[in-house]
Nanobody, 123 residues
């Protein structure tokens, strides 16, 4: 079983930047694992943000973050990052890291989740 731990959340002004990290540990990290970021704002459903394949570097983004967020990974460190630029108040949410087997945009495709890190963007 893979364990995921997110970090890097915080409070930032609109237009600012944050970088989230997700460190994976536990069982050997297979090359077919896909890593993703989801977010959930109070009173709203969890939504897809971005995903990346572990070996091939293919990525996928939600339309709402394209051009502002960048997902990347460091295989040597078993860590996935989410660089968030030009942040908006509507980006405020708890951000979750997830591991799965396909580059999907729905949460049920991911079997392992982190505990989440809060991002708050003030206007």
């Amino acid at each position: 079983q893979v364990q995921l731990v997110e970090s890097g959340g915080g409070l930032v002004q609109a237009g600012g930047s944050l970088r989230l990290s997700c460190a994976a540990s536990g069982r050997t990290f297979s090359t077919y694992y896909v890593m993703a970021w989801f977010r959930q704002a109070p009173g709203k459903e969890r939504e897809f943000v971005a995903a990346i394949t572990w070996s091939g570097g293919r990525t996928r983004y939600a339309d709402s973050v394209k051009g502002r967020f960048t997902i990347s990974r460091d295989n040597a460190k078993n860590t996935v990052y989410l660089q968030m630029n030009s942040l908006k108040p509507e980006d405020t949410a708890a951000y979750y890291c997830a591991a799965g087997l396909s580059l999907a945009m729905f949460s049920s495709a991911y079997s392992t989740w982190g505990q989440g890190t809060q991002v708050t963007v003030s206007s």
